[in-house]
């Protein structure tokens, strides 16, 4: 059996700032990982430097690149800093995501867009350029939503545009896996950070708390130790989507 631990190795990590992504980093800092913290804008630059901070306190090497993945080049130049100051890369982990909680007949065209570009072209050219850059025997996950296996309206494009990665997945694990390189994807039940609460009301927070089997919302502490047994011990696992959830969704 193969260990992969991760002392010593270059993790990327798209929306490493904060919330999930920035427990990632902590995490996987203290346990040796040099990382390569991603962050999308002024906006989020202060989560970054705290987390950059935080890495570094933990006595782990780490930079900060900003840049809005929807733009492909932003990706490719992620990557390249990532080569450039650690000289390769083995684990690439995409946490990012937006949510849209919209009747299917008032989302605008712009909304679709936008949501397909976050959702779908980001974690589809993130893939890709983990694919040609990333070290032999390297780790991709990308984070979905457990939504994939609701039957519910109101997240049609939310939904809808993280599907399209579970096939992402499957096909880039089948070309990658010559390699040594697995590939897979998380999905969440509802995580109780501000990510979720902005789309929902009071009533429907209360729904999401009670519907899974375990009871509540997804905690990131959770979520964080599964994305790191995936890109670890966990290599054997490639091409999957696994649903983590507490029982909120299955298929």
Same mark, same amino acid.
């Given at each position: 059996m193969k260990t992969h631990d991760v002392n010593g190795k270059v993790v990327v990590i798209a929306g490493g700032g904060k919330n999930l992504g920035g427990l990632l980093s902590r995490n996987l800092a203290a346990k040796g990982a040099k990382l390569v913290i991603h962050y999308n804008s002024e906006s989020t630059r202060s989560d970054a430097e705290k987390t950059l901070a935080d890495v570094k306190a933990l006595g782990a090497e780490a930079i900060l690149v900003q840049g809005d993945l929807t733009?492909?080049?932003k990706i490719t130049e992620l990557?390249?800093?990532?080569?450039?100051? @650690?000289? +390769?890369?083995?684990?690439?982990i995409n946490t990012v995501g937006k949510v849209l909680k919209k009747p299917f007949a008032d989302t605008t065209e712009a909304e679709y867009d936008s949501m397909s570009e976050i959702n779908s072209k980001?974690?589809?050219?993130?893939i890709q350029e983990a694919g040609k850059k990333l070290n032999n025997d390297g780790k991709i996950c990308t984070i979905v939503t457990s939504l994939l296996a609701a039957y519910t309206g109101l997240y049609s494009t939310y939904a809808g545009m993280k599907a399209p990665v579970e096939h992402f997945t499957r096909a880039a694990s089948k070309e990658l896996g010559e390699r040594g390189i697995s590939v897979t994807a998380v999905a969440p039940g509802p995580m109780d950070t501000p990510? @979720?609460? +902005?789309?929902?009301?009071?009533?429907a927070v209360a729904y999401h708390k009670?519907?899974?089997?375990?009871?509540?919302?997804?905690?990131?502490?959770?979520?964080?130790?599964?994305?790191e047994f995936l890109v670890t011990d966990g290599w054997w696992i490639t091409g999957q989507t696994i649903f983590a959830n507490g029982g909120y969704t299955t298929r």
């Open positions: 733009k492909v080049g990557f390249d800093a990532g080569i450039e100051k @650690f000289g +390769g890369i083995d684990i690439a980001v974690a589809y050219f993130f990510f @979720f609460y +902005g789309q929902e009301s009071d009533d009670s519907a899974s089997a375990l009871g509540g919302l997804t905690d990131i502490k959770d979520i964080a130790p599964l994305v």
